[in-house]
């Protein structure tokens, strides 16, 4: 069986070995990154950036396919010049026409990030996040003239943790997808693989994310909606506190949510109220509007704010956003004047 990879990173670095590992001829591989950037670029990027995929194509000696897209006349010539069984897609954004995944003999799968006929369109990561869902998974489908539309062939389900951001929950999907890939080839071979029609009336779709999200806004948000913002978004769109003309970058693992108890907060405007070894949500009453700033600690670049819901968040190891602002963070919040955020 003959096989044409096309996509990018380490979802096709995956897919190769998943290939590999099922004894699958690779009759070629096209990465994204050839229909988007030009020569030059291209061998900038690959003298200066490793990846995972070219180490492969290099290492197994892989026949690598040179076009600038994939409904172009050179990529067709290819696939019936390598008389390819199946195209293997996997993060790749450009839309296939019908005159393209119609011409291996078994036909072109799809490797989509999310359970299908849920979180059709980019980024499933961040959305399965933001909507605070618990589990996700990977669908391998048939490609058809629509996106994430066609008959689902294999899928598997993941657990979101608490604690994910987009980047820990895209590295386990593209695990997933190795082995979904390696499990397709192997039955692909020896048995009879029935599509699965998508049930239209549970179908979802989410278009690109808003980059507005990424400017925290605790007047009228929650602290679980702002947590699951600045994980959604990392490591893609790294969200910021806005402090009049002043914008904190928010490391996503340095956050914790704080729940109000029983005792009085007196005057503790400014003042390092939570130490990190206290057990989580261990906190005095919280008194403070939303968007309030309660507390602030320079020496570990901390402050924490009152959100929509009550609760407040202590976030640390901020940063200034701006290249020679950066090294005067603690100056900054140690000077601070501003009681509110913006």
């Not at 026409?97 to 036909?107: L, V």
């Not at 369109?121 to 618990?134: A, D, S, T």
């Not at 994980?231 to 109000?260: D, M, Q, S």
Request: with cysteine; charged share 30%.
């Amino acid at each position: 069986m003959r096989v044409i990879l096309l996509g990018k990173g380490q979802m096709l670095a995956n897919m190769i070995e998943s290939a590999r590992d099922s004894g699958v001829e690779i009759a070629g591989v096209f990465r994204y990154e050839r229909t988007t950037l030009t020569n030059f670029k291209l061998f900038l990027h690959d003298l200066f950036k490793t990846s995972h995929d070219l180490t492969l194509i290099k290492k197994y000696k892989l026949p690598e396919i040179k076009c600038k897209s994939a409904n172009s006349e050179e990529f067709r010539e290819y696939v019936l010049k390598t008389n390819a069984d199946i195209i293997m897609v996997g993060t790749w954004r450009e839309k296939l026409e019908r005159k393209t995944f119609s011409m291996p003999k078994i036909g072109t799968v799809n490797l989509h990030p999310s359970l299908l006929p849920r979180y059709r369109g980019p980024n499933p990561y961040m959305q399965v996040i933001l909507r605070g869902e618990k589990k996700t998974g990977i669908t391998l489908h048939l490609m058809d003239e629509n996106l994430d539309t066609g008959a689902i062939l294999l899928q598997k389900e993941i657990d979101i943790l608490a604690s994910d951001t987009g980047k820990e929950l895209r590295e386990r999907t593209f695990s997933a997808g190795r082995e979904i890939a390696s499990e397709f080839f192997r039955k692909i071979q020896s048995e009879v693989i029935i599509p699965i029609k998508q049930n239209e009336s549970r179908a979802t779709y989410f278009g690109n994310i808003d980059e507005c999200l990424k400017m925290l806004d605790f007047k009228n948000k929650t602290s679980e909606e702002i947590y699951a913002t600045i994980r959604a978004l990392h490591p893609w769109l790294p969200c910021y506190i806005t402090i009049g003309k002043c914008f904190f970058k928010v490391n996503p693992y340095k956050v914790k949510i704080l729940a109000p108890q029983n005792a009085t907060l007196t005057e503790t405007l400014f003042k390092n109220i939570v130490q990190s070894e206290q057990p989580e949500n261990a906190h005095e009453e919280i008194k403070g509007k939303p968007g309030e700033i309660i507390s602030k600690d320079y020496k570990i670049r901390s402050l924490t704010i009152v959100c929509k819901d009550g609760k407040a968040m202590q976030m640390q190891d901020l940063k200034l956003w701006g290249y020679f602002k950066r090294p005067f963070t603690k100056i900054f919040i140690k000077n601070l004047k501003s009681r509110f955020t913006d």
